[in-house]
């Protein structure tokens, strides 16, 4: 038990008085209270931005007017003697006093003493000041234990409970995609979990980026609306809008059916250009055009697999309201593209509330054959200003089409020769391939910018905190069909991780497995192996990646004729 007055904390750092504000904070988080409580005095004439990525608050008035300035719902609330207003990491206000106001308010976690409203309207949450709350219940779209680990390098990780939602044979790597079946398998595990729903997150390209919306929208969670994801997955949609506001920055692009067989006569593009359905990933189905022979070869392999997304993806599209130019491209069509090129990065970022902010810029670097992808390096090397101009085209193209409330990914091109930016495409997600990368350079995965979003809170990753300076995401490729004969066994690993510490290696090919019959492949190649290195300089990294290679023993065996 403890006894105090107001009196004896007016002069101690219990009592912070900005000039607009005083808040004298009577209980604190050494009083061992999971709230601290404070007589706080709003000055006549103060306008005061409160947005709370960390904390709750219940404010009770007992003196003064005022009026709170609700931000995102756009309403106005008197506040006179007798008035409570709680806030939580939903909500961002503006309070005006019009006279002194005086209220008793409660703030969860508890401070410690000091501490002033950021910029932002946000107080910041020291370790000490952890309290003994309830754990955040966040679900996770098929929680593996590769996104468990990253999921725990997060701070503060101790403060949330991560749950499985849905399956691997739900989600990935199958011949179909039946949309209501994983809607309605998900709504049953949510409502059998017996605590509050608070989050979910996930990571996972098409049927998972598209069905989470659904489900945060039913669940009254926060998200991207399942318009504006469609308006990144939809390809062809993504390049209307992007045609709209930021057209200078896209290239020659048209629609197709591939069952057409008068589709290249009516492209009107010159070869050679890209061919690629309007809704895929990991450049399935993708293909360099350069000549008659390259099409027809291209839509021969594109007629036998598109309809492993057609139905599943116009079943998404059948729930929102499309424009009339894009009314009648769905699930089965494709879209043709002129050729872009230059040095390849993807920007990762959020939106928050109406705030757009990149956090991070990985480069892509491609393999000979300028397809597939040979790395991914963080940070970028590339110049500020390219990386700067980049964002400003993400938040023209994202305000566009109303993004808000969930992260992203967007990989562009930049021709230095003649300085010009493209973008490649939008995703809405974050990286998964990209979490190792800022967990070695930064001290977290970006897992956290996905949590703190799936909470309503607004983001803060920790920057250049890891133990490395650069990190890459390697891949080990075959080029040709074979069979699978061997792969690397645990001494191999073994020795990896006794001359590279943390270096993450995952075996994709199995023995006896052909390689054509891998599942979501590029059109070019086979991966074999991921790996994901950190070093010390981009040269060391490279170095490492060669040695790594030189250990893991892969034998193939070709064909029979």
């Known amino acids: 038990m403890f006894v105090r007055h107001l009196d004896e904390i007016t002069q101690s750092e219990a009592t912070v008085d900005t000039g607009d504000w005083a808040s004298r904070r009577l209980v604190l988080a050494r009083d061992g209270r999971d709230y601290s409580l404070h007589d706080t005095l709003m000055r006549a004439g103060s306008h005061t931005l409160i947005d709370y990525p960390h904390h709750l608050e219940s404010a009770y008035c007992i003196e003064g007017e005022g009026e709170l300035e609700d931000l995102v719902q756009g309403r106005r ?40 409203l950021d910029d932002q309207g946000g107080f910041p949450v020291p370790a000490d000041a952890r309290p003994a709350l309830r754990k955040k219940n966040v679900f996770v779209v098929n929680l593996n234990d590769f996104n468990l680990g990253r999921l725990r390098s997060i701070r503060n990780a101790e403060n949330y409970n991560f749950l499985k939602l849905l399956d691997a044979s739900d989600v990935l790597e199958q011949d179909h995609y039946d949309i209501d079946a994983i ?3 998900a709504r049953a595990e949510l409502e059998r979990y017996p605590g509050r729903v608070d989050g979910l997150i996930h990571y996972i390209d098409f049927p998972v980026s598209t069905t989470v919306p659904i489900l945060c929208s039913e669940y009254g969670l926060p998200s991207a609306s399942l318009e504006a994801v469609l308006k990144c997955e939809h390809k062809y949609w993504s390049r209307i809008e992007q ?10 692009f048209a629609a197709f059916d591939p069952f057409d067989n008068d589709a290249l006569s009516t492209l009107g593009l010159e070869f050679p250009f890209w061919v690629k359905p309007i809704k895929s990933f990991s450049s399935y189905l993708g293909f360099m055009i350069r000549n008659e022979r390259d099409w027809s070869e291209a839509i021969a392999e594109i007629r036998a697999h598109i309809g492993r997304f057609e139905a599943p993806f116009d079943r998404l599209l059948s729930r929102v309201q499309m424009p009339p130019e894009v009314a009648g491209i769905g699930g089965g069509s494709c879209i043709a593209e002129s050729i872009i090129g230059g040095r390849m990065c993807t920007q990762e970022g959020y939106v928050h509330k109406g705030k757009l902010r990149v956090y991070g810029t990985v480069d892509s670097l491609r393999e000979p054959n300028g397809s597939s992808f040979a790395s991914y390096q963080y940070p970028s090397r590339l110049p500020a200003a390219v990386r700067k101009r980049m964002t400003r085209i993400i938040e023209t193209f994202m305000a566009h089409i109303g993004y808000d409330n969930a992260p992203f990914n967007v990989e562009f091109f930049w021709d230095a020769n003649s300085d010009r930016i493209w973008l490649l495409e939008v995703n809405p997600r974050i990286s998964e391939s990209h979490a190792e990368l800022f967990r070695k350079v930064d001290g977290a995965s970006h897992h956290e910018i996905a949590t703190d979003l799936s909470l309503g809170a607004r983001p803060r990753l920790p920057h250049r905190d890891g133990e490395y300076s650069c990190a890459g995401k390697f891949f080990i490729r075959a080029y040709q069909d074979a069979v699978v004969t061997g792969v690397p066994g645990p001494q191999q690993l073994a020795e990896i991780e006794r001359l590279m510490p943390d270096t993450v290696v995952r075996i994709m090919a199995e023995p006896g497995q052909r390689l054509s019959a891998m599942m979501d492949q590029d059109s070019y190649s086979y991966t074999l192996a991921l790996l994901w290195i950190g070093a010390s300089s981009p040269r060391q990294l490279q170095r490492r990646y060669e040695q790594a290679v030189e250990i893991l023993d892969f034998e193939l065996a070709p064909l029979a004729e």
């Open 77 to 116: 609330h008197p506040i006179t003697p007798g008035t409570v207003y709680g806030l939580e990491a939903l909500d961002r206000i503006r309070l005006h006093a019009h006279t002194d106001l005086r209220l008793i308010c409660t703030v969860t976690p508890p401070l410690i003493g000091g501490e002033r």
């Open 243 to 252: 045609q709209q506001c930021i057209a200078e920055h896209i290239p020659q």
């Open 183 to 185: 809607l309605t398998k």
